[in-house]
């Protein structure tokens, strides 16, 4: 049993033993169970009573609202079925490290969620000509070094128009959780988490572009302090394995019975459709065509992968990649970046079949 | 922002991404949200058909026994609320540092099981007199080291017997989760996880204790390699607070408002009632007794504990400390040993009020 290095602190264990990730075999199920669904929570999980809970809508528009959830579920409701993933998802693998929550490359889930169309919420308002963007703040509240925050994201208003956008409720069939946002929160498929936001507490409509600080010092791929970046955006292409055979407790290595083996996992895009999953079994020198197969409704949720292998004795780092439509393939390695985001390298499994 | 030495390796973050605590901020509610309850899960969590599961009953029996689901919902049901905590609670707070899962301090939930009495289902079977302890075995399975295993756990006759032990099929009013042992495990309240076998596939009815892996090897308090050591039973006192204020998101350092501040938490104990819950502020220099409610309604639950602190500026470190009646109380440092196991010293949170 050979265990690594020392390599993540105290404090980056803190924020991995709340914010959990998806256990690799859990991608056998199309929609992932309760309690399965990775979770990044930036501060505490807030407290909201149902009762007097209102969703305040202003700013540009013709008519502020303050909606009950009743209010909310009095509107025509949809279901989307929405793969979510982490946009730090990788990131413990970065080289040399970036101190963040410390992902491995499980941050993903996808789940069916149920609620209101934002578009036609802030239609009820009333959206001004002159509008551009919306502000969506949470109920979930604390600090960034010495700056104070109640979490905030923006996005502009053709994002915010799409039919699939969804002010959510209901998760699986069941109230939120408190994990997830309850009563409400945001459900943008195709986007990263961090636009997702839980607990939601108001929707400001302006004219400019949203410059908080989940903007403007977070969520964007920068190569230096001095370099401004790139904001977070749409899910890149990633594909996981469910790691065949059996785990050693420790290390996780595992060991497969020689013979033919059903490989299966999951693979997804925000950027655009899934055209392709290839496998290795030689740590990416060489590949095959992965077959495809969808088996969630929805162009929002990853689709299942399968490919036979026949295993014969010997070590083997099996690895999987995904390419979409918009030209986006997953990378042999990591790119680093100050923040450790996006980092949708291939996985890598090492297997002794005996 | 001061984040600390690089303490924990790669290997030992794969499994607390997989096995998650308990946010502590969700120590207000009384049972443990779905989702939110702590998992320790060896292996992989495994698949069973509930169509075809049956339970196996053998060894020094009557009657061996092959009990599908539903045989098992027929028979009486009984509902138990019990606080379950794993044995490695607090591991990464001990030094020198034991390699394993790396538990803070939030290994711990609250659920309401509901199944049969699993002495009732003994009882159909009919245990021969020359019994004494029985094994439990679930269906996962994997390798501690070279050495394969299934998960196998065994309890001496009086523990079987006792009235609350349950082979549960629900928690919190729905069928287990994959994660949380689906469709059948035990429930021994008052014991630390490792005796509450998930994914339960057999019982065997045996003449003397049992000597596998996860009894002679690991869940055992050993101060050397030599020392046989003390094998790991009923859960030692334990409280924990909900930290007060807003936290750092890097950091979880806190930070609160001057003013009255209702301090909350929750204590327990498996080993008999909690007698006594003290808080302090100055890091346990001097200690306040708290006050204690009874919120969930069954022997084998955790109690709520309030303190009212009158909160001035400065930097504290509130500290809280259980007692129960069997004469234990909770050290203020931890003790070592090979496992990293019991590790039930006082909680510590730094806060700064402003």
Chains 1, 2 share one sequence.
């Not at 993903?108 to 609620?115: D, E, P, Q």
């Not at 949203?210 to 890149?236: I, K, N």
């Not at 197969?293 to 014969?312: G, L, M, N």
Request: glycine fraction near 10%; hydrophobic fraction near 40%.
């Amino acid at each position: 049993m050979a265990v690594g290095e020392p390599r993540i602190s105290l404090d980056e264990l803190r924020l991995a033993a709340r914010n959990h990730a998806l256990p690799l075999e859990a991608l056998r199920y199309p929609i992932t169970p309760t309690g399965l669904h990775y979770l990044l929570i930036h501060y505490d999980i807030p407290l909201v009573d149902e009762e007097t809970y209102r969703l305040e809508i202003g700013g540009l528009v013709s008519s502020p609202l303050s909606l009950s959830l009743d209010d909310l579920r009095g509107l025509p409701a949809i279901e989307v079925a929405s793969t979510m993933e982490c946009a730090g998802n990788g990131r413990a693998l970065i080289e040399p490290a970036v101190v963040s929550q410390p992902w491995v490359q499980e941050a993903v889930g996808t789940a069916s969620w149920r609620g209101a169309v934002l578009a036609d919420v802030l239609g009820l308002a009333g959206i001004s000509a002159r509008a551009t963007d919306v502000v969506f703040t949470g109920w979930d509240h604390g600090f960034e070094g010495e700056s104070e925050q109640d979490y905030e994201r923006g996005l502009p208003l053709e994002e915010v128009r799409r039919p699939e956008v969804v002010l959510a409720y209901a998760m699986n069939g069941a109230p939120l959780l408190p994990q997830h946002g309850f009563p409400l929160r945001m459900v943008v498929p195709g986007w990263y988490g961090m636009t997702n936001v839980k607990w939601l507490r108001s929707i400001t409509v302006t004219d400019a572009p949203f410059e908080g600080y989940y903007h403007a010092s977070s969520y964007r791929v920068r190569t230096s302090e001095d370099d401004p970046g790139e904001p977070v955006s749409r899910m890149l292409p990633r594909s996981l394995m469910i790691p065949p055979g059996d785990p050693e407790y420790m290390t996780r290595e595992r060991r497969l019975q020689a013979g033919p083996c059903a490989i299966a996992g999951r693979a997804w895009s925000g950027q655009g459709a899934i055209t392709g999953v290839d496998f290795s079994i030689d740590g990416a020198e060489t590949w095959r065509a992965a077959e495809r197969e969808r088996d969630v409704d929805s162009d929002w949720a990853w689709q299942r992968w399968t490919i036979d292998w026949d295993a014969t004795p010997g070590t083997y780092e099996l690895c999987c990649r995904a390419r979409d439509d918009a030209g986006n393939e997953q990378p042999v390695k990591p790119t680093w970046n100050l923040g450790g985001y996006v980092n949708n390298a291939i996985q890598r499994v090492p297997v002794t079949v005996v």
